[in-house]
C-alpha cells in the first residue's frame, strides 16, 4: 500500500509541472560587440558565447558585430546593429522578434509539429519547408524585406497573406501587405559568412558519430579527433587542453530558467559535451566524451554532472574550513537526475538519449529519488575529476578554474552524491559574471510594435519578484504555478499584435484581386478602368487590377501565360519557379509594366534577360501554344494576392492621384540606395 502510493504521488507531481523543452538554444558565435539581457531584467551584459537562451532573452549586435543561434535544425545569423528577442520557446516552437537588422535562418530539417516565426513591425514570416532565408527591418522600422534562397514561408498581416517560394524577395511596407516592392537579393560580406558556417556544419565529420540534431557537434571538429573505444564505441577526444583539464572545469555556473544551476563552457567547443552525452576516464589516462545513441534526438541538460554534499564536506582553503560545492562528471552508464521536476517520460528520454543505459535502472531511480545517495559512482572516485569551489564563487557564476580547490581522497570518503546543488541563485547568477555594456539598441527600437501569428507567453517575473520564492527551496527551479504567483499583473507583451483571424496564404505566383480596402468596401466598386500611363501605374499601391475582359487561358496552358507575338512587346521577366497558369490572368498595356507594387518586372521596352547573379534569378515564360492575347494588351506577371478571398475584379483604389508624387519620389531615393519612409 506504501509502495502504492508513493507511485501515486510522483505521477501527480509530474502531472503538477510541464517538462522544461528538451532543446536549448544556443548563443554558439559572437564577433565584435554583442550584448545580451536577461529576461525579466534591464541591465545589458556582455554576450558569452555558449549560454543557452529561453523566453524573454535579447540579443543586440552592434555596429561591425556578428553573431549567431543555434536551435537543433536550425540556426538564426545576426548581421551588425541587429535586435533580436526570443518570444517564445518549447520543443516544437520558436518564435522571435526582430525590431531592427537583419537576420539570416537557415533550416535544415523541420518536424511536421515544428513551428518557426519571426515577428517584425510589418508582419510574421513563419517558415514551411527546410531552406535558407534572409529578413530584413529597416532602422525606421517601417518595412521588411523577406528573401527565400531555398525553402518556403508564409508572410501574414494583419489583413493579408502570402505564400512565398525560393527565389521571392520582396519588401512589405505597413502591416497590412497591401503594399510592396520587388527587393534584389544581395550578395555581400554577411552572406559569404552565413555561407561559409553552414558549408562548415553540412559538411561536419563529427556528424558519423551524433544525431545532427544535436547543438553544438560541429564545433568537436577542429579540437579533437574521433575514435573507437572497446565499451564505449565512438569517443571524442580534445586535443588541446592541460594535463590537469578535467570537465567542467574551465567555466561557470549561472542560473538559467527553466533549467536552474546550468553549467557554461569556456571552450568553443564546449557546449555538445556538456550537455549531452556522458565523460569517461580511459585507461586512467585521459579524458573521452561517450555520446548517446546516433539514431536518436538526445535531450539538452543544463549539466549532466552528480554533486558531493553531506554533513561532514567541508573544503580546506587557506582561511581554513570553508563551505564549498563540488561536482563531477557522469560516466557512461550512470543516471542523471534533474533538480526540476519532470516527469517519468522526461526522465527516461534525458537518460536513454544520452548514455546506453538499462531502462530499468533508470526507473528505479525515478521511483526512489531519495537512493541516489546510496550509488557509487565512477568519477567520483578520481581525485582528477572532482571540481570544488567556495559557495559564493559559484553563486556568483565566477570563473571556476582560477577558484578551483583540489579535494583529497580522505575528504571524498565520507561524502555523498546528490543531483543538485542545494543553492538559491542570487542576481550575479543570472546575468553571470559578464561586465556591464553601453552596446545596445535604443528604447524605441525595443518597444517597436510587431505583428505576430501565435500569442507569446506572458512576460517573464524579474528576478527581483522570483527571488523570495526561489529560497524556499534552494537550488530548485519554480514550477509554472509559483512562476505564475511572481509574474506582474500585466498577462501580455504590450508591444505584440496578434493576427487574430490569420488569413490562408495564397500562392504568390496564383492570380487574383486585392482585397479591397475597408472605405472601397463601403460603396459599390465602379466598373474597372484603364490603368494610367506608366509613370501613373508605378506610383499606385497595391497589386495591378485585372482587365474585365481578360478571360483565362485554357487548362492546358503551360505554367505561366503565353508571352506576345513576335511583332509585339515582349513580356516581362518571371520569377524562377514554375508557375501554373493563373486563374484570371490581368492584362495590363505595355506602357503600364513598373508597378512598384507587383511582382519582379522590368522595363517593357527590354526583352526577358538572365538573370543577374545578386538579384533572384528570373526566366522568361515559356512559349506555347495557347489563344494570342490581344495586340494592344500583354500577360502581366501575377502580383503577391492576400489570401482573403476577393469578390469580381477591382478598380484601383479610390483617387491615387495626391499620392503620386511622394510615392514616385521615394521610388527614385530607393533606387538611389536611400532609405525614405512611407508618410502617406
Not at 501515486?8 to 502531472?15: D, E, I
Not at 523543452?21 to 550584448?35: E, F
Not at 536577461?38 to 545589458?44: D, H, I, L, P, Q
Not at 534562397?149 to 497590412?176: C, I, K, M, W
Request: proline share 13%.
Amino acid at each position: 500500500m506504501r509502495a502504492l502510493l508513493g507511485a501515486l504521488l510522483v505521477t501527480l507531481a509530474g502531472l503538477a509541472w510541464a517538462d522544461p523543452p528538451v532543446r536549448a538554444i544556443r548563443l554558439a558565435y559572437t564577433a565584435g560587440p554583442v550584448s545580451f539581457l536577461s529576461s525579466g531584467e534591464s541591465e545589458w551584459v556582455e554576450a558569452r558565447v555558449n549560454r543557452p537562451l529561453w523566453t524573454g532573452d535579447r540579443l543586440w549586435s552592434d555596429r561591425g558585430a556578428r553573431a549567431e543561434l543555434q536551435i537543433g535544425g536550425a540556426a538564426l545569423f545576426f548581421a551588425p546593429e541587429t535586435s533580436v528577442s526570443i518570444l517564445n520557446f518549447d520543443d516544437d516552437r520558436a518564435q522571435f522578434e526582430l525590431t531592427q537588422g537583419t537576420v539570416d535562418l537557415y533550416v535544415r530539417s523541420l518536424g511536421g509539429n515544428d513551428s518557426i516565426e519571426i515577428d517584425t513591425p510589418n508582419l510574421a514570416f513563419v517558415v514551411r519547408k527546410p531552406g535558407q532565408y534572409r529578413i530584413d527591418v529597416r532602422p525606421n522600422g517601417e518595412s521588411t524585406a523577406v528573401a527565400i534562397e531555398r525553402g518556403e514561408g508564409e508572410a501574414f498581416g494583419t489583413r493579408s497573406g502570402y505564400v512565398l517560394r525560393a527565389g521571392n524577395s520582396f519588401r512589405f511596407y505597413g502591416n497590412d501587405l497591401v503594399e510592396y516592392a520587388i527587393e534584389p537579393q544581395r550578395r555581400d560580406a554577411f552572406v559569404a559568412w552565413v555561407s561559409e558556417r553552414v558549408r562548415a556544419r553540412e559538411r561536419s565529420p563529427s556528424a558519423r558519430y551524433v544525431s545532427s540534431e544535436m547543438v553544438g557537434y560541429d564545433d568537436l571538429d577542429a579540437y579533437g579527433n574521433w575514435s573507437t573505444v572497446a565499451n564505449y564505441g565512438p569517443v571524442w577526444v580534445p586535443s588541446r587542453v592541460d594535463r590537469d583539464w578535467a570537465p567542467y572545469r574551465n567555466g561557470h555556473w549561472s542560473w538559467v530558467d527553466p533549467w536552474g544551476w546550468t553549467w557554461i563552457d569556456d571552450a568553443p567547443w564546449g557546449f555538445a559535451p556538456s550537455h549531452y552525452g556522458r565523460w569517461a576516464y580511459i585507461d586512467n589516462r585521459y579524458w573521452g566524451w561517450v555520446p548517446g545513441p546516433r539514431n536518436v534526438t538526445p535531450v539538452y541538460a543544463p549539466a549532466l554532472v552528480a554533486f558531493v554534499g553531506g554533513d561532514n564536506f567541508r573544503l580546506s582553503v587557506s582561511t581554513g574550513p570553508a563551505t564549498g560545492v563540488a561536482w563531477f562528471p557522469l560516466a557512461p552508464g550512470e543516471v542523471y537526475r534533474p533538480a526540476y521536476t519532470a516527469s517519468r517520460e522526461y526522465f527516461t528520454r534525458v537518460n536513454t538519449t544520452n548514455t546506453v543505459i538499462n531502462v530499468t535502472n533508470v526507473t528505479n531511480v525515478y521511483n526512489n529519488p531519495t537512493r541516489v545517495t546510496d550509488v557509487r559512482y565512477v568519477n567520483m572516485n578520481n581525485e582528477n575529476a572532482v571540481t570544488a569551489v567556495p559557495s559564493q564563487v559559484f553563486v556568483q557564476s565566477q570563473p571556476v578554474q582560477r577558484a578551483n580547490v583540489r579535494v583529497d581522497r580522505a575528504a571524498l570518503q565520507g561524502a555523498t552524491a546528490v543531483g543538485a546543488a542545494p543553492i538559491a541563485p542570487a542576481r550575479a547568477s543570472v546575468v553571470g559574471a559578464a561586465p556591464a555594456t553601453q552596446a545596445k539598441p535604443t528604447q524605441e527600437v525595443m518597444g517597436r510594435q510587431v505583428v505576430a501569428k501565435q500569442a507569446p507567453p506572458p512576460a517573464m517575473p524579474s528576478f527581483d519578484r522570483r527571488q523570495e520564492a526561489m529560497k524556499q527551496q534552494p537550488g530548485k527551479p519554480l514550477d509554472r504555478a509559483e512562476m505564475a504567483k511572481a509574474a506582474p499583473p500585466a498577462a501580455a507583451k504590450p508591444n505584440v499584435t496578434v493576427v487574430q483571424a490569420a488569413p490562408a496564404a495564397t500562392p504568390i505566383q496564383q492570380s487574383g484581386a486585392r482585397a479591397p480596402r475597408a472605405a472601397d468596401a463601403a460603396s459599390p466598386a465602379p466598373a474597372p478602368k484603364q490603368p494610367p500611363q506608366a509613370q501613373n501605374d508605378r506610383e499606385r499601391p497595391g497589386p495591378p487590377q485585372r482587365e474585365a475582359q481578360q478571360t483565362p487561358p485554357p487548362a492546358a496552358a503551360a505554367p505561366a501565360p503565353t508571352p506576345p507575338p513576335a511583332a509585339a512587346k515582349a513580356e516581362p521577366p518571371r520569377p524562377t519557379q514554375a508557375m501554373p497558369a493563373p486563374e484570371q490572368p490581368r492584362a495590363q498595356p505595355p506602357q503600364a509594366q513598373n508597378d512598384r507594387r507587383g511582382p519582379p518586372q522590368k522595363d517593357a521596352q527590354r526583352a526577358p534577360e538572365p538573370p543577374a547573379a545578386a538579384a533572384p534569378p528570373p526566366q522568361p515564360a515559356p512559349r506555347v501554344a495557347a489563344p494570342q492575347p490581344q495586340p494592344q494588351q500583354q500577360a502581366q506577371p501575377p502580383a503577391p494576392r492576400p489570401s482573403a478571398a476577393a469578390p469580381a475584379p477591382e478598380a484601383a483604389p479610390q483617387s491615387p492621384e495626391p499620392q503620386q508624387g511622394r510615392r514616385a519620389a521615394r521610388d527614385r531615393d530607393a533606387d538611389k540606395g536611400k532609405d525614405k519612409p512611407d508618410k502617406d
